[in-house]
């Protein structure tokens, strides 16, 4: 509802580039709506932190199909993260509106830097959107925001979790030329 970032992310990635990447990986899942503008306009080639995440999934758990998708809002609703996963053949579910305004809370109280019994809170309540999503049929579990893994683990869901930035860092160390741990 702002201006563009679209000309700052360009001017950024242009400096990246005369100071020598190879390419460009944005950890922000919500720039990525940006993306196809951006690449439109620079040389370096930029690593989709969906396609990282699609490709995890398919190579790590095959036998998944549909995945839950716990993310902010505006991701959901720009729903580029689902388009992408279905495209590989994966159904996506995302929280109800209720459980959503959850997850918002959380992400909300994430950025604050929340006290530690504050930060169990979260821990409890995006475990229980998951666990929300695993009943509707969900096998495995996206982070699907940079803040959510600061407060939710694999140790918090029962069915695989998939942390985006993660993925996204492997991506990048594949890109590199090294196969990551």
């Known amino acids: 509802q702002g201006e563009s970032p679209a000309p700052l ?13 190879d390419f460009i990986i944005i950890p922000c899942i919500s720039a990525h709506v940006f993306l196809d503008e951006v690449q439109k306009q620079v040389d370096l080639p930029i690593l989709s932190i969906f396609d990282a995440v699609t490709e995890a999934i398919i190579r790590d758990h095959p036998e998944i199909k549909t995945v839950g998708l716990l993310s902010t809002t505006g991701t959901i609703k720009g729903g580029l993260f689902q388009k992408r996963l279905s495209e590989s053949g994966l159904a996506v579910l995302t929280p109800t509106d209720e459980v959503q305004e959850t997850v ?7 950025k604050s830097g929340p006290s530690a019994e504050a930060r169990d809170e979260i821990t409890s309540a995006l475990a229980a959107a998951g666990g929300s999503l695993v009943l509707r049929g969900a096998e495995g579990i996206i ?32 890109r590199a030329g090294i196969e990551p741990v």
Do not use: W
């Open 143 to 174: 982070a699907g925001c940079t803040e959510i893994p600061l407060a939710l683990g694999q140790n918090d869901l029962e069915k695989p979790y998939f942390d985006s930035l993660l993925h996204l860092a492997r991506a990048a160390i594949r």
């Open 104 to 110: 918002m809370q959380g992400i909300y109280t994430i």
């Open 9 to 21: 992310m360009v001017s950024g990635i242009k400096a990246l580039e005369r100071a020598g990447a």
